[in-house]
């Protein structure tokens, strides 16, 4: 779990006093605030460290499937059921069981990891045989748990035999100065993946635009927007100058229509007289590059910023629009696309 915020330390901090202690966790959060890796910490600072540490998603089965992959079943307890089969508790036993999206579990199973919590047994589907477990859970959600328990959603019980303690992890919006370090880190491995011989570090807008974004996915959407934004951007050396946090956002919404009566087709672009003149003292090379700073600013203006827009204009390539965006430092002008 990387960062140095102190909202981030309170929360490693609380892990690691809590790690030795052999009882139950619940670790809330928002989604993409690291519950995994919390239940690693949980696991390999505690004396279970070299025992199994198995993971179930609640939410990713059917109840029968879950039931079965939990607490295991004997052959013949259901259709395609050939031979007996162990569940995950016993496959854990002395090490850690972390159950992901816990609220999403029915009753009735909350009434078999009751008893497991409570006793350390339980039967296999189909089976009559009690099986004896030394497992350490750690569940996790984003629910409110009390307030399921007062609508009668979630037993009063097992979030009673849970709550031993609670780790509350911080949402990234409260990890000041989190979201840079932990940019850097991804754009790093993402730079290497996309065969770049360093990373180019990020532009003065591109760093404001990620420490004003709320980050409501949090690390896990903060990984997957600087991914994104690299691979989009696709210049291993010059600076990551546009962040893009909504990929289903058109270029093409609110664009202006380009019109089509022959008078403007003809001359969208057009030199102006005295564009193409100038001083006979000018050298032609700046005179050029004048001339080409003015269309592309144009073009721009004609698309409302959008450069997607205004390659099609000029008739050219994304990239190439992009180029002269950078070379002529017209990017105020420049918009998420």
């Given at each position: 779990m990387i960062g140095d915020s102190s909202a981030l330390a309170a929360a490693l901090d609380h892990l690691s006093r809590l790690a030795p202690i052999n009882r139950p966790v619940l670790v809330l959060g928002e989604r993409g605030t690291g519950k995994e890796l919390a239940a690693q910490r949980l696991h390999f600072l505690s004396s279970r460290w070299d025992a199994p540490l198995l993971k179930v998603n609640c939410a990713a089965m059917a109840e029968t499937l879950l039931e079965s992959e939990l607490f295991g079943?004997?052959?013949?307890?259901?259709?395609?059921?050939?031979?007996?089969?162990?569940?995950?508790?016993?496959?854990?036993?002395?090490?850690?069981?972390?159950?992901?999206?816990?609220?999403?579990?029915?009753?009735?199973?909350?009434?078999?990891?009751?008893?497991?919590?409570?006793?350390?047994e339980f039967e296999r589907v189909g089976g009559q045989k009690t099986h004896q477990v030394d497992v350490r859970v750690v569940a996790a959600t984003n629910a409110d748990l009390p307030a399921m328990a007062e609508a009668g959603e979630f037993r009063h019980d097992l979030l009673d035999r849970l709550s031993f303690d609670i780790v509350h992890l911080p949402p990234l919006r409260v990890r000041h100065?989190?979201?840079?370090?932990?940019?850097?880190?991804f754009a790093i491995q993402m730079s290497a993946e996309l065969g770049w011989d360093y990373f180019p570090g990020f532009s003065d807008r591109a760093v404001t635009q990620l420490t004003d974004h709320?980050?409501?996915g949090n690390v896990r959407e903060l990984k997957n927007v600087v991914e994104r934004s690299l691979y989009r951007w696709g210049d291993a050396h010059s600076p990551v100058d546009d962040i893009v946090t909504d990929p289903f956002q058109s270029p093409y919404v609110d664009a202006p229509e380009i019109q089509?009566?022959?008078?403007?087709?003809?001359?969208?672009?057009?030199?102006?007289?005295?564009?193409?003149?100038?001083?006979?003292?000018?050298p032609l090379q700046e005179r050029v590059t004048q001339f080409e700073r003015e269309l592309v600013e144009r073009a721009l203006?004609?698309?409302?910023?959008?450069?997607r827009l205004a390659a099609q204009q000029t008739q050219l390539s994304y990239n190439q629009i992009r180029g002269l965006v950078r070379k002529h430092d017209l990017g105020g002008r420049r918009r998420s696309n």
């Open positions: 079943h004997e052959a013949g307890a259901f259709t395609g059921a050939t031979r007996s089969h162990q569940g995950r508790f016993e496959r854990a036993d002395g090490g850690t069981l972390f159950l992901d999206e816990l609220a999403t579990m029915s009753p009735r199973l909350q009434e078999k990891l009751l008893r497991l919590v409570e006793y350390g100065g989190d979201t840079l370090t932990l940019a850097e880190h709320q980050w409501p089509t009566e022959p008078d403007d087709v003809a001359q969208p672009l057009a030199p102006s007289p005295d564009t193409i003149r100038g001083p006979d003292t000018v203006v004609r698309a409302g910023g959008n450069q």
